[in-house]
């Protein structure tokens, strides 16, 4: 789509097109630039330091300056920062790690170590029986066990019961078609 948008673009601006051939130009031109920047450079920097030589304060401070905003990336090249309270992150090699001294936890991480301690500590002993929990527990499934028992025990006793009379009453029937 043409720049400008759909009707021509705001107060009356044409619409402008970009051919091929200029787009093909143009990259031609950046890949020459970029190809050119490292040797550039090499005689820029060596221009710079025979600049220092000859005269120390003739503006080579701003060059300097120029090339460490080109080594910096992305927008710490653009944006200068000055804020007292950034602390820049340093990395330590393993032989400064001290892995002898033992680790300071804060308040929340020994809170969290105690709690998950004195979970284990009650599980044990719930296990073991001997909680207020544990106890509850268990006698509340002997009463069901026992209950289980009865009801067990009292449809036995009907099966039988009906098994008799069942057996009684085919006793009859047997008396009474002879």
Same mark, same amino acid.
């Given at each position: 789509?043409?720049?400008?948008? #759909?009707?021509?673009?705001? !107060?009356?601006?044409? *619409?402008? @097109?970009?051919?091929? $051939?200029? %787009?093909?130009?143009?990259?031609?031109? /950046? #890949?020459?630039?970029?190809?050119? /920047?490292? $040797?550039?450079?090499?005689?820029?920097?060596?221009?710079? =330091?025979?600049a $220092?030589?000859?005269?120390?304060?003739?503006?080579?401070?701003?060059? =300097? =300056?120029?090339?460490?905003?080109?080594?910096?990336?992305? &927008? /710490?090249?653009? %944006? /200068? %920062?000055?804020?007292p309270?950034? &602390?820049?992150?340093?990395?330590?090699? &393993?032989?400064?790690?001290?892995? =002898?001294?033992?680790?300071?936890?804060?308040?929340?991480?020994? $809170?969290e170590?105690?709690?998950?301690k004195?979970?284990?500590? @009650?599980?044990?002993?719930?296990?073991?029986? !001997?909680?207020?929990?544990?106890?509850?527990?268990?006698?509340?499934?002997?009463?069901?066990? #026992?209950?289980?028992?009865?009801?067990? *025990?009292?449809?036995?006793?009907?099966? !039988?019961?009906?098994?008799?009379?069942?057996?009684?009453? #085919?006793? &009859?029937?047997?008396?009474?078609?002879?």
């Open positions: 789509m043409p720049k400008g948008g #759909k009707k021509g673009g705001h !107060k009356g601006r044409m *619409r402008t @097109y970009t051919s091929p $051939e200029e %787009i093909d130009a143009q990259m031609k031109e /950046e #890949k020459e630039r970029k190809q050119n /920047e490292p $040797e550039d450079n090499g005689a820029a920097a060596a221009q710079i =330091d025979g $220092e030589e000859k005269a120390p304060g003739s503006g080579s401070e701003d060059s =300097d =300056d120029e090339g460490s905003q080109k080594k910096r990336g992305g &927008v /710490e090249g653009i %944006i /200068e %920062i000055e804020n309270n950034r &602390v820049a992150q340093k990395s330590k090699k &393993v032989t400064q790690i001290e892995l =002898d001294e033992p680790k300071q936890l804060s308040r929340r991480e020994r $809170e170590l105690e709690k998950q004195a979970k284990e500590r @009650y599980m044990k002993m719930h296990l073991a029986g !001997k909680t207020d929990q544990a106890k509850a527990d268990l006698a509340r499934l002997a009463i069901i066990k #026992k209950q289980r028992e009865d009801a067990a *025990r009292k449809k036995e006793e009907g099966k !039988k019961t009906r098994d008799a009379a069942a057996a009684t009453a #085919k006793g &009859v029937n047997s008396l009474s078609l002879k």
